[in-house]
């Protein structure tokens, strides 16, 4: 094989992926639709609670929740403290409980009946851990949750949100998308009838907050984000947050991916930046 030959066969594969990020890329920033306002008035979220605030995703969920004016108290349920779970503590918003047990949640029963609505982010990576354990984190821990909680809250609506992954099925030969499936089938089902409903949120690569990053996560990041693979983790806290604001534009079993939760994440900036001085 001549070397121009060769060259041409090297570079052809890299041509065609840059000429399909830059279209997807193009396509991404000329897609002008968003999110309409939130017409009447908003849906009560003045106490919730976090679970997994001390991971990635966690991290930014507590740090959008400790910069909104409309939640005055924030139950952190972790195994650990943080500086940021520590900064909100210390403003007198947080509410820290340490708890170890994810299976029984007797011990918290006061704290998680004040709830509004309930931001879950425990997860765990499924390199390196069997699929039993995997499925305990990812599926028993929260159905033992929400069993309990429902069975003290006295409260007419309550929300329930949820962070599964993107590219998941049934029927995946990956254990990690098929367990994450189960999980918000279960979560779904459990819901079903009741005053709980679950929002399930498929975001891709998570960005984490810029105080976290390193710099191999920025770089992950900005390749990913022009082509809406990528979303930092308050964004989705703030998603989260205008989900749970909206109250019955949402049911029971709605799912957002990567781009809802940005445009959610956006809808949620637009309005709160309008109520400031």
């Given at each position: 094989?001549?070397?121009?030959?060769?060259?041409?066969?090297?570079?052809?594969?890299?041509?065609?992926?840059?000429?399909?990020?830059?279209?997807?890329?193009?396509?991404?920033?000329?897609?002008?639709?968003?999110?309409a306002?939130?017409d009447?008035p908003?849906?009560?979220?003045e106490?919730?609670?976090?679970?997994?605030?001390?991971?990635?995703?966690?991290d930014?969920?507590?740090?959008?929740?400790?910069?909104?004016?409309?939640i005055s108290?924030?139950?952190v349920?972790?195994r650990?403290?943080?500086?940021?779970?520590?900064?909100?503590?210390?403003?007198g918003?947080?509410q820290?409980?340490?708890?170890?047990?994810?299976?029984?949640?007797?011990?918290?029963?006061?704290?998680v009946?004040?709830?509004?609505?309930?931001?879950w982010?425990?997860g765990?990576?499924?390199?390196?851990?069997?699929?039993?354990?995997?499925?305990?984190?990812?599926?028993?821990?929260?159905i033992?949750?929400?069993?309990?909680?429902?069975s003290?809250?006295?409260?007419?609506?309550?929300?329930?949100?949820?962070?599964?992954?993107?590219d998941?099925?049934?029927?995946?030969?990956?254990?990690?998308a098929?367990?994450?499936?189960?999980?918000e089938?279960?979560?779904?089902?459990?819901?079903?009838?009741?005053?709980?409903?679950?929002?399930?949120y498929?975001?891709?690569y998570?960005?984490?907050?810029a105080?976290?990053?390193?710099?191999?996560?920025?770089?992950?990041?900005?390749?990913?984000?022009?082509?809406?693979?990528?979303?930092?983790?308050?964004?989705?806290?703030?998603a989260?947050?205008?989900?749970?604001?909206?109250?019955?534009?949402?049911?029971?079993?709605?799912?957002l991916?990567?781009?809802?939760?940005?445009?959610?994440?956006?809808?949620?900036?637009?309005?709160?930046?309008a109520?400031?001085?």
């Open positions: 094989m001549t070397l121009p030959r060769l060259r041409t066969v090297l570079l052809t594969p890299l041509v065609l992926f840059a000429v399909m990020y830059v279209a997807l890329a193009v396509k991404h920033a000329m897609d002008g639709s968003a999110i306002g939130i009447g908003l849906a009560n979220y106490t919730i609670a976090i679970f997994g605030a001390s991971g990635t995703a966690g930014g969920i507590l740090k959008a929740a400790l910069a909104d004016s409309d108290k924030i139950h349920i972790t650990r403290a943080t500086p940021r779970i520590e900064e909100g503590v210390a403003s918003k947080v820290m409980t340490t708890h170890m047990d994810y299976l029984d949640y007797s011990a918290i029963r006061e704290q009946a004040e709830a509004d609505a309930v931001y982010a425990i765990t990576s499924s390199v390196g851990v069997d699929e039993k354990t995997y499925g305990m984190i990812h599926v028993d821990f929260p033992r949750f929400v069993a309990e909680w429902t003290i809250s006295d409260k007419p609506d309550i929300t329930f949100h949820y962070i599964s992954s993107s998941i099925s049934a029927d995946s030969r990956m254990m990690w098929r367990e994450k499936v189960r999980a089938t279960s979560l779904f089902e459990f819901a079903s009838g009741n005053d709980l409903r679950v929002i399930a498929r975001p891709d998570i960005g984490p907050t105080e976290e990053a390193h710099l191999g996560q920025n770089l992950l990041y900005w390749f990913f984000a022009p082509v809406n693979s990528a979303v930092r983790a308050k964004q989705i806290g703030q989260m947050i205008e989900v749970t604001a909206r109250g019955s534009q949402f049911k029971n079993g709605d799912i991916t990567t781009g809802k939760i940005i445009r959610y994440s956006d809808a949620y900036e637009r309005r709160t930046s109520l400031q001085p």
